[in-house]
């Protein structure tokens, strides 16, 4: 009988070794994938030029897409974020007459404050994220609308300057947006790895009730998230406005809620929160870059195709989720 109970643990390493590693890393082995696909198909694909500009057209997307990891991980969803970003690019744009330190700061502090707003409702309302960040972002982009008469909004031509090096500009041959990004990456690596409060994010979506028992003050929390997810939102907003070359959109990040949740579930973090990071939501906003970028290169294909292939990429992702899920549970119960 002992016999039989090793060859059963003994065989059921592999399968739960494999969707561990699924989870963890099947993102990363798709990217390598498509890069070396890419690599072989199309001369320009690896060339300077051609880099710098996936990485820079998808760096706001990833500014937004932290934000959200932070959210997605406490169980939470953020569909405010591209309202969010237009409202920032236009506070931006509007302030930057009066001073381009209070352009900067004055549009973050809002965007943050509309995200506690947001976590404020959820955490002591108990309402669904879904339901609560949704109105958000129908308010605040009918807000942005009445704000300017749904047109574009230019910087004067004294911080235009400022913002076309905020969007376009390079520091040692990098382009600024993606030293932004990178650098973001970095800070809520460390953060979510290395300190108190990330311990605390990874438990809330972990088990809400559990993390309550043990200290953690889970409100708290919650609205942190939404905090840092509205206040990284607003900051992608200021950078697409001078991306745009100092022109800030009423439209701008129209659907960028979905791009961002797409990316972040695509890199490995789980939709049911307390698994997941940033390393890997980096991954996921390269995997959708380079997937549109191989769209471009193509030439042959519709650009429509992209929605439809990130589609495909996020619902194959959530199935894989769900099974890795289901398969713990029915371990865990057979346990």
């Known amino acids: 009988m002992k016999t039989v109970v090793n060859k059963m643990k003994n065989t059921s390493f592999p399968m739960k070794f494999n969707a561990t590693f699924i989870q963890k890393q099947g993102a990363l082995i798709a990217l390598l994938l498509l890069i070396i696909f890419a690599t072989v198909r199309y001369d320009n694909f690896l060339t300077y030029q051609n880099v710098m500009n996936v990485l820079k057209q998808n760096s706001m997307l990833g ?17 405010s974020v591209g309202s969010f970003i237009a409202l920032g690019g236009i506070l931006a744009a509007q302030l930057s007459s009066v001073n381009l330190l209070v352009a900067i700061i004055v549009p973050i502090l809002i965007t943050g404050a509309l995200g506690m707003v947001n976590g404020l409702i959820i955490a002591k309302g108990g309402l669904e994220p879904f339901i609560v960040t949704l109105a958000m972002m129908i308010g605040i982009r009918g807000i942005v609308y009445i704000m300017t008469d749904e047109r574009s909004v230019s910087v004067p031509d004294s911080a235009e300057p400022f913002f076309n090096y905020l969007g376009n500009g390079l520091l040692l041959g990098i382009p600024v947006p993606i030293w932004l990004f990178l650098i973001l990456i970095l800070i809520s690596w460390y953060i979510l790895t290395h300190t108190q409060f990330g311990r605390h994010v990874y438990a809330v979506g972990g088990n809400e009730s559990a993390s309550q028992l043990m200290g953690v003050k889970v409100n708290k929390i919650k609205v942190s998230v939404y905090v840092i997810s509205g206040i990284l939102s607003g900051f992608a907003g200021i950078v697409l406005a001078g991306r745009l070359g100092g022109v800030a959109q009423p ?14 579930v695509i890199g490995g973090t789980l939709l049911i929160g307390g698994r997941g990071g940033v390393v890997g939501t980096f991954i996921g906003v390269m995997l959708l870059g380079i997937v549109l970028n191989i769209i471009n290169l ?38």
């Open 63 to 79: 500014l937004v897409a932290i934000g959200m990891t932070f959210v997605i991980l406490t169980r939470g969803i953020d569909l």
């Open 251 to 264: 439209v701008a990040g129209t659907m960028w809620e979905l791009d961002a949740i797409a990316a972040v």
């Open 298 to 335: 193509e030439g042959t294909l519709d650009s429509w195709w992209q929605p439809v292939i990130r589609g495909l990429f996020l619902i194959a992702i959530v199935v894989i989720q769900a099974k890795i899920m289901n398969s713990n549970k029915t371990k865990l119960g057979g346990a």
